[in-house]
């Protein structure tokens, strides 16, 4: 998310440079860029792409669809993709049905989930789940396929 932050800002200052209507924000290794415009949006991504070059991070194909990280665009923000709405609730399932099944590496990926889905749509800062980002904290200091001790603080906010 470091690294992820500083080519944001860079960006950023290239943007206010150019003075251009629009901004980019980074989710760990993903970068959304919001523009008034699909021209202004893809100059910025040019930007960005020559951000990520300098910094040699490989940079994927431009998606222009509004359809970004299990996310839709609407005229109200942004909803969730079905599919997404899917996939969770089976990790939901699977995490009440099976706890001990429960490895480092899948409770990350259902905690990136749940952060995402609260910061994206629920609009709610990463801030105010103090007890979770301790505990994507703690996971990060896991091996992958460890089992996990469910009874934290963080599972419980979770």
Do not use: Y
């Amino acid at each position: 998310q470091r690294a992820s932050n500083i080519v944001t800002d860079r960006v950023t200052e290239r943007i206010k440079r150019f003075a251009l209507e629009g901004k980019v924000a980074a989710w760990v290794d993903n970068f959304i860029v919001f523009a008034q415009n699909d021209d202004v949006a893809k100059e910025i991504m040019g930007i960005l792409q020559s951000q990520l070059t300098f910094f040699s991070i490989e940079c994927k194909d431009v998606d222009t669809s509004g359809d970004i990280l299990g996310l839709t665009r609407t005229e109200q923000g942004f909803t969730l993709q079905e599919a997404f709405r899917k996939a969770l609730r089976e990790d939901i399932v699977n995490f009440r049905a099976n706890p001990e099944t429960l490895t480092t590496h899948k409770a990350q990926q259902l905690f990136g989930k749940l952060m995402w889905l609260n910061f994206a749509v629920a609009r709610m800062p990463l801030a105010h789940m103090p007890r979770s980002l301790q505990c994507m904290r703690d996971l990060a200091n896991r091996g992958p396929d460890q089992q996990l001790e469910l009874n934290t603080e963080g599972f419980a906010e979770l």
